[in-house]
């Protein structure tokens, strides 16, 4: 609707002159607002370098670590367990520096999506070479488009926002516990390398005894060299074993430096405790799928990005509402002062977003169906880990029970080589024995401990003894003061 009127010629030059202040002042405040574009570019030997200068023992760590409620009588760090390496890549490890960064992205749009349509400002001017002296040459005009909202849009693109950007921040938090997960499969890999390089240099030194039997015998004549040969096999065979466990321990070594963001120098200087003990008596006993549905936090996201995508059509759905604009102005038209008002609006009445609708309609249900299946997994995992549980458990207590007989068949030979009823070489292979009745018990402990770490990340719940301790990891995980 458009509404034209003359205005007093008195008031022209009043007019101009009005326009004239607007227009420098409007030019004033944008040219004050603009900002500079500062080049920002990324150096690699200096991100290198700053990597190598991470440092588990200074100042800025420790001062971190005492933020989170981290014993201070406990500094400086002397044996590093799985919560003082988890605060450690919760405040060295890259990863999490792109969720945080992806986070404060998020909180941009959320700020951004409560910003309204700001007003135009629309002016021109026109010269007419009419000769007639009775008209003016001139023409101005100025007219100012204010756009109004409707249908609460706003209110619900600021909903969408929070809700993608507390997914956003969950994400650090899922990212934090990742980390803390992957550090402990990786101690739990550790403790067994250690394990098995104890036990197979103990086997390799009963290996040796046993050639040296043999050479002995081959010569004073009472064994046959096949026998010294097989005696040397065995021996190679497990001295190579020995070196591939060794060697793995350094790969076990750079993958632990790899999950806590530092350089691998610093992490082989580390005393490390690898007795990370989980009692079995903190696995609930009851509503386990209740458990990994309550502290999920893929859950709690999927959750946020379902409400978003409500969210979502809730807008498009707002959308079938045009937005109006009203456009006052003024204008001084070759001898002739004009006021007018104008109001216009898209025609989306039309189509009522129809297409629009449909698609986030589709989008929500798409939302749902992975939100179920996400549950159905994490209900069908918390089953299946608690049963490699027990079963781990099971396989462990036969083997220990193999231990013990074996231990006392083994103290048996020992009474019977004191009286003489057998030599060394059967001593020698009871040891054997012995050494390999403890591989299979560190084989079933470590499969117990894997299953364990398994059931702690489908709960993504501590199962440590000290249960207080992995609160606070946890707290710390998603906590985003305190960072360097």
Not at 271 to 294: E, F, G
């Amino acid at each position: 609707m458009i509404k034209h009127a003359k205005l007093n010629t008195n008031h022209q030059p009043r007019l101009l002159r009005a326009i004239a202040l607007a227009t420098c002042f409007s030019t004033a405040l944008t040219g004050c607002s603009f900002q500079q574009y500062s080049a920002k570019p990324i150096k690699p030997a200096t991100i290198a370098a700053k990597f190598e200068l991470k440092d588990p023992s200074g100042k800025s760590f420790t001062e971190y670590l005492l933020n989170n409620g981290y014993p201070a009588e406990h500094l400086p760090i002397q044996q590093w367990g799985l919560d003082e390496l988890t605060y450690c890549a919760l405040f060295f490890h890259p990863s999490l520096d792109v969720a945080r960064a992806q986070w404060r992205a998020t909180q941009s749009s959320e700020a951004r999506a409560a910003q309204g349509p700001a007003p135009t400002l629309n002016g021109n001017v026109a010269h007419s070479d009419d000769p007639d002296p009775t008209k003016k040459p001139f023409a101005f005009g100025l007219s100012i488009d204010v756009p109004i909202e409707t249908a609460n849009k706003r209110d619900i693109r600021i909903e969408n926002a929070q809700h993608l950007s507390q997914a956003a921040k969950l994400e650090i938090a899922q990212t934090a516990w990742q980390l803390r997960n992957n550090i402990a499969q990786t101690l739990s890999e550790y403790e067994f390398n250690q394990t098995q390089l104890r036990l197979l240099s103990a086997e390799e030194l009963r290996r040796a005894e046993i050639v040296n039997i043999y050479q002995k015998r081959v010569s004073a004549g009472a064994a046959s060299n096949i026998e010294l040969s097989n005696a040397k096999l065995q021996l190679q065979t497990i001295s190579a074993t020995v070196n591939s466990a060794q060697q793995n321990k350094l790969i076990l070594l750079s993958k632990l430096a790899s999950n806590v963001g530092l350089p691998l120098a610093k992490v082989e200087v580390m005393s490390l405790a690898i007795d990370h003990k989980r009692s079995l008596d903190n696995i609930p006993k009851t509503d386990l799928q209740t458990t990994a549905l309550l502290n999920r936090l893929d859950i709690r996201i999927a959750l946020e990005r379902y409400a978003a995508a409500e969210a979502k059509l809730k807008l498009e759905i707002a959308g079938q509402y045009p937005d109006i604009v009203i456009s006052p102005g003024a204008a001084y038209e070759f001898g002739d002062n004009i006021w007018s008002l104008g109001l216009s609006g898209l025609l989306s009445l039309l189509n009522k977003n129809k297409v629009a609708i449909a698609e986030t309609t589709t989008l929500r249900e798409v939302e749902a169906a992975q939100f179920e299946a996400l549950q159905t997994k994490v209900i069908l995992d918390a089953s299946i880990a608690n049963a490699e549980v027990n079963q781990a458990k099971q396989a462990l207590e036969h083997q220990q029970r193999l231990l013990t007989q074996q231990q006392s068949n083994t103290q048996r030979m020992q009474r019977k080589l004191a009286a003489g009823d057998i030599d060394r070489l059967e001593m020698t292979y009871a040891k054997l024995e012995d050494i390999n009745a403890e591989k299979n018990v560190a084989i079933a402990n470590f499969q117990l401990n894997k299953s364990l770490d398994q059931l702690e990340n489908t709960l993504q719940k501590p199962l440590a003894d000290d249960g207080a301790a992995g609160s606070n990891i946890v707290k710390a995980a998603i906590k985003l003061e305190g960072k360097k």
